[in-house]
């Protein structure tokens, strides 16, 4: 069984931060992709940004430049920060591990909401 518990999520202001992290914890062997979602109501899940275990990274087009995603190998944790927040950067996160084949697990989510 594999867990994924997420936080750093919470209310911030326009043009605020945040740092959301996520650590995986249970069996794992080794972890391949590693990527933070997003669902904002009446809307579908979106990739927001994803990092291979080499530490390539793939960013939604609507947060270049504002995000950046990381991750600690040794910790099984991988993180998005993310700068300049917009209205519309409201949603709930979640992540997502690769664990290889078609095995992977999502988090719970976390909402973040901006706003003034």
């Known amino acids: 069984q594999v867990q994924l518990v997420e936080s750093g999520g919470g209310l911030v202001q326009p043009g605020g931060s945040l740092r959301l992290s996520c650590a995986a914890s249970?069996?794992?062997?080794?972890?391949?992709?590693m990527g933070w979602y997003r669902q904002a109501p009446g809307r579908q899940r979106e990739l927001v940004a994803v990092i291979t275990r080499g530490g390539i990274t793939n960013y939604a087009d609507s947060v270049k430049g504002r995000g950046t995603i990381s991750r600690d190998n040794a910790k099984n944790t991988v993180y998005l920060q993310m700068n300049s927040l917009k209205p519309e950067d409201t949603a709930v996160y979640y992540c997502?591990?690769?664990?290889?084949?078609?095995?992977?697990?999502w988090g719970q989510g976390t909402q973040v909401t901006v706003s003034s």
């Open positions: 249970g069996n794992i062997f080794r972890i391949y992709d």
């Open positions: 997502k591990i690769h664990l290889g084949g078609s095995v992977e697990y």
